[in-house]
Nanobody
């Protein structure tokens, strides 16, 4: 069973870059056909798919966030990382990492595995 745990700062200042890490257990991030994703939920709003990285190290991004988002991985630590640049208060949200063997399931936000989420607040 895949388990995911997000980690990172709870508070980020406007214009800075947000870095979040997802530590994976129960499965290698290089296991065939797995996709590893970031999803967020701003307060009072719905879930938003941000992007994903595949078992082959290919990346996929939401068009609305592509210019500010980068997802990478560290196979030695079985982790993947989100970088979101030039943050504003509108980036305040609970950030989740998620996994599925279908990229489609991640894009439509119906993944098989979720992390518990981490609150990130953007404020000066």
């Amino acid at each position: 069973q895949v388990q995911l745990q997000e980690s990172g700062p709870g508070l980020v200042k406007p214009s800075q870059t947000l870095y979040l890490t997802c530590t994976v257990s129960g499965e290698s991030i290089t296991t065939n056909y797995y996709y590893w994703s970031w999803i967020r939920q701003p307060p009072g709003k719905g879930l938003e798919w941000m992007g994903a990285i595949s078992y082959l190290d290919s990346t996929y991004y939401s068009p609305s966030l592509k210019s500010r988002t980068s997802i990478s991985r560290d196979t030695s630590k079985n982790q993947f990382t989100l970088e979101l640049s030039s943050v504003t208060p509108e980036d305040t949200a609970v950030y989740y990492c998620a996994a599925d063997q279908s990229l489609h399931n991640l894009v439509v936000i119906a993944p098989g595995s979720w992390g518990q989420g981490t609150q990130v607040t953007v404020s000066s």
